[in-house]
C-alpha cells in the first residue's frame, strides 16, 4: 500500500496569522493594481467588436496598426493569438461602439476588407468575429455577479440544513476570498475577463466549496464522537486526516487542469488558467480561512450547552491555539 | 441490492448509452470541394454549439431609434414569426430561432459562411409601398421655403465633410448607401461636428443642390451632395417646411449623366395606393432588357385594389418603395395592373434578387429590428477547437489513470474501470438530452475527468482507515462506502447547485458548460458509488473464500 501523508499531525491552524498577512497582501495587491487599471475585460462585457484572424504568413504588427489607423479605425487593440500567424483585433472606442447598435457589422467588415486590400485576399482568414452591443454587455456584467451572489446564497442554505449555520456562513466567507484572490490573480496575470473565465470562476467555487465541506464533514463526524479536545484540535486533526484525500484529488484535478492549460488551445486558456489557481486557492482557503473562520464564529457565538457535549466548553479554551502543545492527539 | 440486479442496470446503462450515441444518419451542410452542399453523414449524435462547428449567432432587438414601440413584446412575437419563416426558406440545417427574454430574439444558423448576406435577410424590414410621383410640382414651389429656412437656421455645414465622404473607400459608400435615410442622416451629422467647416447654407442652399429629373416628381442629386442633402432633410425646420402630404425617398440606384454621377430623389403622394401586405408569391427572375429582377403575384384582394388604384393614374408613374427607398426608375402606368407586377434589381445580381424575393415571401417585419449582439466562427476554427479538446481530454485521462493506478493499484483499476464508464454515461447523458456541447463545454468535461475520481478518492481513504483500524477486508469496504457517502452527496449537491445557477444565468457557451457539469456530477455519482461498490462486490465474491487483503 502506498500511501502518502498518512497519519499526519501536523499543526496548521498554528500559521493562520502569516497565511492571512500572505493572501491579504495579495488580494491588495490585485485590487490595488485594479483601481489603478481596470481590469481587461473581453467585448462580452464592453461591447464592441472582436476579429480573429490567420494569415498564411507572419505579419507586421505595425503594418496591421496602421492599416487600420488610415481606414479610420483607431485604438484598435491588436493581439498575437497562439502562434504568429494568428490574431485578434478588436476594436472597443466608444463612438464605435455607440454605431454598433447601428450596424457595427460594417466596422468588422471594413477591417476584414481592408488587411485583405494591404495583405492580399489569400494572404489572410477571418476565422472569427464578434460584435457585442452596450446594453448586453452591461446585462451580462450584471448577470455574472448575480450568478455569483445567487449561488453563494443557495449554498449557505444548503450547508445551513446539512450542517448548521457556523459552518455555512465560515464555508461561504472562505469561497468568498477565493473569489477576491482569483480576481487578483487574473489582474496580476492581465488575463481576460469574460464569460468562459466568469464560468471557470464558479467552477473555482464549487471546487473549493467541495473541498471545505470535506474538511468539514470530518469536523462534523468528529465532533459526533465527542473528544475531549478543543475546536481548534479538531480541526487541525479533520484537516490531517483528510490529507491524503486532498493530495489525490488536487492532483488528478490539476492534471487535467494542465492538459486543458497546455493543449487545449489559445480560447481555453484563460479559463484553464483560472482553474488552476482555483486548485491552489480552493485547498488553501478550505484550511487557512474556513477553519479560523469557524473558530472565530465559535469564539463569537458559542453553541448554547448541551447542543455538543464537549465544544461549548472547549471553545473558549480555543483562545490558546498559539501554543502548539495545544494540537495533540 | 441483490448483485445480479447490480450488475444488469450496469450493463442496462452501458447499453442503453452505446445505444444513445451510436452513429445515425442526419442531413448536414459539408464543404465539398469548396461548395457547400447538403448530405447524408454519419456521426455520433451529439449536437455541437456553434463554436464548436462554425455558424452565426444573431441576437435582435426592437429598434427604438425611430419612434418607440409601444408592446416591444408583441411585436417581437410578431417579428418572430416573420423571421422564423424568412430563416427557414434561407436554408439551414437545424436553425434556431428563439424568444429570448421579453424584447430578444436569438438567431443561431450552423454552417453560415455570408454572416453578412445571413443578417441582410434576417434584419430586411421588407416593407414594400407602391407610390404615385409627385406631379404638382410641390418641391418646387417649396424651394424657395427651403432655402430660406436653411439661410435662418445658419446652419455650420460640412461641406468638407461632404467632400470626404466622396473619397472614402468603396466600402465607406456601400454601406453608406445601402443603410437606410436616417442612419446616413447620423453618419452625415456626426461628419459635419467633426469637421467645423464654414457656413454654406448661403442663398439658395438647397435648391442649387437638386436638378429637374427626367419625369414628375423626380430630381437629381449629385452623388457628391448625397451627404450634404441627407443631413438637411433630416434637420426638422427642414422637414417643416417640406411640401405637406409627400415623402421624399432616395433611390436605389444612381444615373450617370455625361460624366457625373447623380442619385435620384423622388417626391411622391405619401398615401401609398397599395403595400406589401397582399403579396402572396415573389420569385427571382433574369431579363435580357432589365437585368435581374423580382416577380410578385398579389393575392385576389390586392389585385383588385391595385386594379382599381392604378386604373385611376393611367401615365402616371408608380414607384415601387422598399424599405423607404424607390427601387429602379418608377415605370409609367400604361393600363390598369391587375394581380402580377414585377420589381427590378437595377445593377444588383441574382442572388440580391432571390433574397428579396425570399423576405418578401416571408413578410415583412412589423417593427425594425436591431442587431445588438453577434458571433460568427469559421468552421475550420471550430473543428481546430474539437481536435485541440480531444487531445486535451486524452492526456488528462492518461495522467489521471496513471495516478490512480500507481497510488490506489487494484482498487485504482476499479476506479479507472468506473470512470471508462463515467465518460461513456456522461457523454450519452449528454447526446439523450440533446445538451449542446460548446467549447466551454468540453473544456468542463475534461475538467470534470480530474474531479470524477474525487468520490473514489474519498471512498478509497475511507477503506484504508477502516482496514487500519483492524477491520476484515468485507467490513472496511462497507464502511468505507458508508462513511464517505455524506462527504459525496454535499459536495456534489453543492456543486451541482452552483451549476444549476450558471444554467439560469448564463448564454449560449456558458450554458454548454453548465449543461456539461451538471450530466457529469450525476454520472460520477452513479460510477464512482454504484458501480464501483458494484465492482468490490464482483470481486468479494468471486470465491467462496474470505478474502484476507485489498490492494488499495
Given at each position: 500500500?502506498?500511501?502518502?501523508?498518512h497519519?499526519?499531525?501536523?499543526?496548521?491552524?498554528?500559521?493562520?496569522?502569516?497565511?492571512?498577512?500572505?493572501?491579504?497582501?495579495?488580494?491588495?495587491?490585485?485590487?490595488?493594481?485594479?483601481?489603478?487599471?481596470?481590469?481587461?475585460?473581453?467585448?462580452?462585457?464592453?461591447?464592441?467588436t472582436?476579429?480573429?484572424?490567420?494569415f498564411?504568413?507572419?505579419?507586421?504588427?505595425g503594418?496591421?496598426r496602421?492599416?487600420?489607423?488610415?481606414?479610420?479605425?483607431?485604438?484598435?487593440?491588436?493581439?498575437?493569438?497562439?502562434?504568429?500567424?494568428e490574431?485578434?483585433?478588436?476594436?472597443?472606442d466608444?463612438?464605435e461602439?455607440?454605431?454598433?447598435?447601428?450596424?457595427?457589422?460594417?466596422?468588422?467588415?471594413?477591417?476584414?476588407?481592408?488587411?485583405?486590400?494591404?495583405?492580399?485576399?489569400?494572404?489572410?482568414?477571418?476565422?472569427?468575429?464578434?460584435?457585442?452591443?452596450?446594453?448586453?454587455?452591461?446585462?451580462?456584467r450584471?448577470?455574472?455577479?448575480?450568478?455569483?451572489?445567487l449561488?453563494?446564497?443557495?449554498?449557505?442554505?444548503?450547508?445551513?440544513?446539512?450542517?448548521?449555520?457556523?459552518?455555512?456562513?465560515?464555508?461561504?466567507?472562505?469561497?468568498?476570498?477565493?473569489?477576491?484572490?482569483?480576481?487578483?490573480?487574473?489582474?496580476?496575470m492581465?488575463?481576460?475577463?469574460?464569460?468562459?473565465?466568469?464560468?471557470?470562476?464558479?467552477?473555482?467555487l464549487?471546487?473549493?466549496?467541495?473541498?471545505?465541506?470535506?474538511?468539514?464533514?470530518?469536523?462534523?463526524?468528529?465532533?459526533?464522537?465527542?473528544?475531549?479536545?478543543?475546536?481548534?484540535?479538531?480541526?487541525?486533526r479533520s484537516?490531517?486526516?483528510?490529507?491524503?484525500?486532498?493530495?489525490?484529488?488536487?492532483?488528478?484535478?490539476?492534471?487535467?487542469?494542465l492538459?486543458?492549460?497546455?493543449?487545449?488551445?489559445?480560447?481555453?486558456?484563460?479559463?484553464a488558467w483560472?482553474?488552476?489557481?482555483?486548485?491552489?486557492?480552493?485547498t488553501?482557503?478550505?484550511?487557512?480561512?474556513?477553519a479560523?473562520?469557524?473558530?472565530?464564529?465559535?469564539?463569537?457565538?458559542?453553541?448554547?450547552?448541551?447542543?455538543?457535549?464537549?465544544?461549548?466548553?472547549?471553545?473558549?479554551?480555543?483562545?490558546?491555539?498559539?501554543s502548539?502543545?495545544t494540537?495533540?492527539? | 441490492?441483490?448483485?445480479?440486479?447490480?450488475?444488469?442496470?450496469?450493463?442496462?446503462?452501458?447499453?442503453?448509452?452505446?445505444?444513445?450515441?451510436?452513429?445515425?444518419?442526419?442531413?448536414?451542410?459539408?464543404?465539398?470541394?469548396?461548395?457547400?452542399?447538403?448530405?447524408?453523414?454519419?456521426?455520433?449524435?451529439?449536437k455541437?454549439?456553434?463554436?464548436?462547428?462554425?455558424?452565426?449567432?444573431?441576437?435582435?432587438?426592437?429598434?427604438?431609434?425611430?419612434?418607440?414601440?409601444?408592446?416591444?413584446?408583441?411585436?417581437?412575437?410578431?417579428?418572430?414569426?416573420?423571421?422564423r419563416?424568412?430563416?427557414?426558406?434561407?436554408?439551414?440545417?437545424?436553425?434556431?430561432?428563439?424568444?429570448?427574454?421579453?424584447?430578444?430574439?436569438?438567431v443561431?444558423?450552423?454552417?453560415?459562411?455570408?454572416?453578412?448576406?445571413?443578417q441582410?435577410?434576417?434584419?430586411?424590414?421588407?416593407?414594400?409601398?407602391?407610390?404615385i410621383?409627385?406631379?404638382?410640382q410641390?418641391?418646387?414651389k417649396a424651394?424657395?421655403?427651403?432655402d430660406?429656412?436653411?439661410?435662418?437656421a445658419?446652419?455650420?455645414?460640412?461641406?468638407?465633410?461632404s467632400?470626404?465622404?466622396?473619397?472614402?473607400?468603396?466600402?465607406?459608400?456601400?454601406?453608406?448607401?445601402?443603410?437606410?435615410?436616417?442612419?446616413?442622416?447620423?453618419?452625415?451629422?456626426?461628419?459635419?461636428?467633426?469637421?467645423?467647416?464654414?457656413?454654406?447654407?448661403?442663398?439658395?442652399?438647397?435648391?442649387?443642390?437638386?436638378?429637374?429629373?427626367?419625369?414628375?416628381?423626380?430630381y437629381?442629386?449629385?452623388?457628391?451632395?448625397?451627404?450634404?442633402?441627407?443631413?438637411y432633410l433630416?434637420?426638422?425646420?427642414?422637414?417643416?417646411?417640406?411640401?405637406?402630404?409627400?415623402?421624399?425617398?432616395?433611390?436605389?440606384?444612381?444615373?450617370s449623366?455625361?460624366?457625373?454621377?447623380?442619385r435620384?430623389?423622388?417626391?411622391?403622394d405619401?398615401?401609398?395606393?397599395?403595400?406589401?401586405?397582399?403579396?402572396?408569391d415573389?420569385?427571382?427572375?433574369?431579363?435580357?432588357?432589365?437585368?435581374?429582377?423580382?416577380?410578385?403575384?398579389?393575392?385576389?384582394?390586392?389585385?383588385?385594389r391595385?386594379r382599381?388604384?392604378?386604373?385611376?393614374?393611367?401615365?402616371?408613374f408608380?414607384?415601387?418603395?422598399?424599405?423607404?427607398?424607390?427601387?429602379?426608375?418608377?415605370?409609367?402606368?400604361?393600363?390598369?395592373?391587375?394581380?402580377?407586377?414585377?420589381?427590378?434589381?437595377?445593377?444588383?445580381?441574382?442572388?440580391?434578387?432571390?433574397d428579396?424575393?425570399?423576405?418578401?415571401?416571408?413578410?415583412?417585419?412589423p417593427?425594425?429590428?436591431?442587431?445588438?449582439?453577434?458571433?460568427q466562427?469559421?468552421a475550420?476554427?471550430?473543428?481546430?477547437?474539437?481536435?485541440?479538446?480531444?487531445?486535451a481530454?486524452?492526456?488528462?485521462?492518461?495522467?489521471v489513470?496513471?495516478?490512480?493506478?500507481?497510488?490506489?493499484?487494484?482498487?485504482?483499476?476499479?476506479?479507472?474501470?468506473?470512470?471508462?464508464?463515467?465518460?461513456?454515461?456522461?457523454?450519452?447523458?449528454?447526446?439523450?438530452?440533446?445538451?449542446?456541447l460548446?467549447?466551454?463545454?468540453?473544456?468542463?468535461?475534461v475538467?470534470?475527468?480530474?474531479?470524477?475520481?474525487?468520490?473514489?478518492v474519498?471512498?478509497?481513504?475511507?477503506?484504508?482507515?477502516e482496514?487500519?483500524?483492524?477491520?476484515?477486508?468485507?467490513?472496511?469496504?462497507?464502511?468505507?462506502?458508508?462513511?464517505?457517502?455524506?462527504?459525496?452527496?454535499d459536495?456534489?449537491?453543492?456543486?451541482?447547485?452552483?451549476?444549476?445557477v450558471?444554467?439560469?444565468?448564463?448564454?449560449?457557451?456558458?450554458?454548454?458548460?453548465?449543461?456539461?457539469?451538471?450530466?457529469?456530477?450525476?454520472?460520477s455519482?452513479?460510477?464512482?458509488?454504484?458501480?464501483?461498490?458494484?465492482?468490490?462486490m464482483?470481486?468479494l465474491?468471486?470465491s467462496?473464500?474470505?478474502?484476507?487483503s485489498?490492494?488499495?
Amino acid at each position: 500500500m502506498l500511501r502518502i501523508l498518512h497519519d499526519t499531525n501536523y499543526d496548521f491552524i498554528r500559521w493562520w496569522k502569516v497565511m492571512a498577512a500572505i493572501t491579504i497582501a495579495f488580494i491588495v495587491l490585485g485590487l490595488g493594481s485594479l483601481a489603478i487599471k481596470p481590469p481587461n475585460y473581453s467585448i462580452e462585457f464592453t461591447g464592441g467588436t472582436l476579429l480573429q484572424l490567420e494569415f498564411a504568413q507572419p505579419p507586421d504588427v505595425g503594418v496591421i496598426r496602421s492599416t487600420l489607423d488610415q481606414a479610420g479605425i483607431h485604438g484598435a487593440e491588436i493581439q498575437q493569438f497562439g502562434t504568429n500567424r494568428e490574431f485578434t483585433v478588436r476594436a472597443q472606442d466608444p463612438r464605435e461602439v455607440a454605431a454598433q447598435s447601428k450596424g457595427a457589422e460594417s466596422i468588422a467588415v471594413t477591417i476584414g476588407k481592408v488587411l485583405k486590400q494591404k495583405f492580399g485576399e489569400n494572404a489572410l482568414k477571418v476565422v472569427r468575429t464578434e460584435g457585442v452591443g452596450p446594453r448586453v454587455g452591461q446585462e451580462l456584467r450584471r448577470g455574472a455577479i448575480i450568478a455569483i451572489l445567487l449561488s453563494f446564497l443557495i449554498t449557505l442554505v444548503y450547508l445551513s440544513i446539512r450542517f448548521e449555520w457556523r459552518f455555512a456562513a465560515a464555508a461561504v466567507i472562505a469561497t468568498s476570498h477565493d473569489v477576491f484572490t482569483t480576481i487578483a490573480f487574473l489582474k496580476l496575470m492581465h488575463l481576460e475577463i469574460s464569460l468562459t473565465v466568469v464560468a471557470g470562476i464558479l467552477t473555482v467555487l464549487g471546487y473549493s466549496l467541495n473541498d471545505t465541506i470535506i474538511i468539514f464533514d470530518r469536523v462534523r463526524e468528529n465532533l459526533r464522537k465527542g473528544r475531549k479536545e478543543t475546536l481548534y484540535e479538531t480541526l487541525n486533526r479533520s484537516i490531517n486526516e483528510t490529507l491524503p484525500r486532498s493530495v489525490l484529488t488536487h492532483a488528478t484535478v490539476l492534471a487535467a487542469t494542465l492538459s486543458l492549460l497546455i493543449f487545449a488551445g489559445e480560447v481555453i486558456r484563460p479559463f484553464a488558467w483560472v482553474m488552476a489557481f482555483g486548485v491552489v486557492t480552493g485547498t488553501f482557503s478550505s484550511i487557512y480561512v474556513a477553519a479560523p473562520v469557524l473558530l472565530w464564529i465559535e469564539r463569537k457565538w458559542p453553541r448554547s450547552t448541551g447542543a455538543r457535549q464537549s465544544s461549548s466548553t472547549a471553545t473558549p479554551t480555543s483562545r490558546t491555539r498559539r501554543s502548539p502543545a495545544t494540537a495533540t492527539r | 441490492m441483490n448483485l445480479k440486479y447490480r450488475i444488469a442496470i450496469i450493463l442496462g446503462l452501458i447499453a442503453a448509452s452505446i445505444w444513445t450515441l451510436f452513429p445515425r444518419t442526419v442531413v448536414e451542410r459539408v464543404t465539398r470541394n469548396g461548395q457547400v452542399v447538403y448530405d447524408t453523414v454519419r456521426r455520433v449524435p451529439l449536437k455541437r454549439g456553434l463554436d464548436l462547428q462554425g455558424g452565426m449567432h444573431l441576437a435582435l432587438e426592437v429598434d427604438e431609434s425611430k419612434g418607440p414601440v409601444p408592446d416591444k413584446s408583441k411585436a417581437i412575437d410578431n417579428a418572430l414569426k416573420v423571421v422564423r419563416n424568412r430563416i427557414d426558406e434561407f436554408g439551414v440545417s437545424e436553425p434556431v430561432v428563439q424568444k429570448a427574454g421579453n424584447d430578444r430574439i436569438i438567431v443561431e444558423l450552423p454552417g453560415i459562411d455570408d454572416p453578412q448576406r445571413a443578417q441582410d435577410v434576417v434584419q430586411k424590414a421588407a416593407f414594400l409601398e407602391f407610390q404615385i410621383t409627385d406631379k404638382t410640382q410641390a418641391l418646387e414651389k417649396a424651394l424657395p421655403r427651403l432655402d430660406a429656412v436653411l439661410k435662418d437656421a445658419k446652419v455650420t455645414v460640412a461641406v468638407a465633410a461632404s467632400g470626404a465622404k466622396k473619397d472614402t473607400t468603396s466600402a465607406g459608400l456601400q454601406s453608406l448607401f445601402t443603410a437606410d435615410t436616417s442612419k446616413k442622416a447620423d453618419s452625415a451629422k456626426t461628419d459635419s461636428a467633426a469637421a467645423a467647416a464654414g457656413t454654406a447654407g448661403g442663398p439658395g442652399a438647397f435648391s442649387k443642390l437638386v436638378q429637374q429629373g427626367g419625369m414628375p416628381g423626380e430630381y437629381y442629386v449629385a452623388q457628391s451632395d448625397v451627404g450634404l442633402m441627407t443631413q438637411y432633410l433630416a434637420m426638422p425646420q427642414v422637414q417643416a417646411a417640406l411640401p405637406p402630404a409627400k415623402v421624399i425617398r432616395w433611390s436605389s440606384d444612381t444615373v450617370s449623366l455625361g460624366n457625373r454621377v447623380y442619385r435620384p430623389l423622388y417626391v411622391l403622394d405619401a398615401k401609398p395606393i397599395i403595400t406589401g401586405e397582399f403579396l402572396t408569391d415573389a420569385k427571382p427572375n433574369t431579363s435580357p432588357t432589365e437585368g435581374n429582377l423580382v416577380q410578385f403575384t398579389m393575392n385576389n384582394e390586392g389585385a383588385r385594389r391595385f386594379r382599381t388604384e392604378t386604373s385611376r393614374h393611367i401615365k402616371d408613374f408608380m414607384a415601387i418603395v422598399l424599405d423607404q427607398r424607390v427601387m429602379g426608375r418608377p415605370p409609367v402606368i400604361q393600363s390598369a395592373i391587375g394581380a402580377n407586377g414585377q420589381i427590378t434589381m437595377g445593377g444588383k445580381d441574382l442572388q440580391a434578387a432571390q433574397d428579396l424575393a425570399l423576405v418578401l415571401r416571408a413578410g415583412s417585419l412589423p417593427v425594425p429590428l436591431k442587431v445588438v449582439d453577434w458571433r460568427q466562427i469559421g468552421a475550420s476554427l471550430g473543428q481546430d477547437s474539437i481536435h485541440k479538446s480531444i487531445t486535451a481530454g486524452a492526456i488528462a485521462v492518461a495522467l489521471v489513470v496513471f495516478i490512480m493506478l500507481f497510488y490506489y493499484r487494484f482498487s485504482g483499476a476499479l476506479a479507472v474501470a468506473a470512470l471508462v464508464l463515467y465518460i461513456l454515461y456522461t457523454l450519452a447523458a449528454l447526446a439523450g438530452f440533446q445538451a449542446v456541447l460548446t467549447l466551454p463545454g468540453l473544456a468542463g468535461f475534461v475538467l470534470s475527468i480530474g474531479i470524477a475520481v474525487d468520490a473514489n478518492v474519498l471512498i478509497f481513504e475511507r477503506i484504508r482507515e477502516e482496514l487500519a483500524h483492524g477491520k476484515t477486508v468485507r467490513t472496511a469496504i462497507d464502511e468505507g462506502f458508508r462513511h464517505a457517502m455524506s462527504a459525496i452527496v454535499d459536495s456534489n449537491v453543492s456543486t451541482a447547485l452552483t451549476a444549476a445557477v450558471l444554467y439560469q444565468y448564463g448564454t449560449g457557451p456558458v450554458r454548454g458548460f453548465a449543461v456539461t457539469l451538471l450530466a457529469g456530477i450525476a454520472a460520477s455519482m452513479i460510477t464512482s458509488i454504484f458501480v464501483v461498490r458494484t465492482f468490490f462486490m464482483i470481486w468479494l465474491n468471486r470465491s467462496r473464500d474470505v478474502q484476507t487483503s485489498l490492494s488499495i
